[in-house]
T-cell receptor
Framework: DQQVKQNSPSLSVQEGRISILNCDYT??????FLWYKKYPAEGPTFLIS???IKDKNEDGRFTVFLNKSAKHLSLHIVPSQPGDSAVYFCAASGLRSNYQLIWGAGTKLIIKP | ETGVTQSPTHLIKTRGQQVTLRCSSQ?????VSWYQQALGQGPQFIFQYYREEENGRGNFPPRFSGLQFPNYSSELNVNALELDDSALYLCASSLGGIGGMNEQFFGPGTRLTVL
């Protein structure tokens, strides 16, 4: 039972363009969503989060959009930079998971020069 | 400020053996969570310790056990190793005992291979 799904294993984007990473979830009880970024040989690092009472949260080049009716969230990176090349994980949390993080499988983002 | 550290970096064991993985929390953090990340998958929550007490557990059998020490460092013990236990084991520290609501800081992980 995969409650958080990232259906694109990889994504390739030209430097300077917009990167859009997608995430779908099945459990409507989730009320907090996070994006983590992971470089090889390092642990995941927190990037940005959004509460279910919002539909958008922005932090510099990173914006997360939440569509609760579609149970879908997306991470936009504008403009994409070479250092953004990494694996991006979507994670969700809520009362039903006892506030523990439920993670997607990740999307590998490759920024081409 | 010292980040989260884990030891060892890599480990090779055989089926049926036991293993202990270690984690030092970020300074000031009183909560440690352990995750298993199989190849091509996202991390899966094993359990969390808050002030030396288990504070939540994922869908893992009892042969996965843990400890948290007074200095908030932690151990993950796995008994009777199986081939499917081969994975990257991640430790994350945070402040406060409420799961994912508090930002978690991850160590680089221990890569366990079971032969």
């Amino acid at each position: 039972d995969q409650q958080v799904k990232q259906n694109s294993p990889s994504l390739s984007v030209q430097e300077g363009r917009i990167s859009i990473l997608n995430c779908d979830y099945t459990n409507s009880m989730f009320d907090y969503f996070l994006w983590y970024k992971k470089y090889p040989a390092e642990g995941p690092t927190f990037l940005i989060s959004i509460s279910s009472i919002k539909d958008k949260n922005e932090d510099g080049r990173f914006t997360v959009f939440l569509n609760k009716s579609a149970k879908h969230l997306s991470l936009h990176i504008v403009p994409s930079q070479p250092g953004d090349s990494a694996v991006y994980f979507c994670a969700a949390s809520g009362l039903r998971s006892n506030y523990q993080l439920i993670w997607g499988a990740g999307t590998k983002l490759i920024i081409k020069p | 400020e010292t980040g989260v550290t884990q030891s060892p970096t890599h480990l090779i064991k055989t089926r049926g053996q036991q293993v202990t993985l270690r984690c030092s929390s970020q300074s000031g953090h009183n909560t440690v969570s352990w995750y298993q990340q199989a190849l091509g998958q996202g991390p899966q929550f094993i359990f969390q310790y808050y002030r030396e007490e288990e504070n939540g557990r994922g869908n893992f059998p009892p042969r996965f056990s843990g400890l948290q020490f007074p200095n908030y460092s932690s151990e993950l013990n796995v008994n009777a190793l199986e081939l499917d236990d081969s994975a990257l084991y991640l430790c994350a520290s945070s402040l406060g005992g409420i799961g994912g609501m508090n930002e978690q800081f991850f160590g680089p992980g221990t890569r366990l291979t079971v032969l």
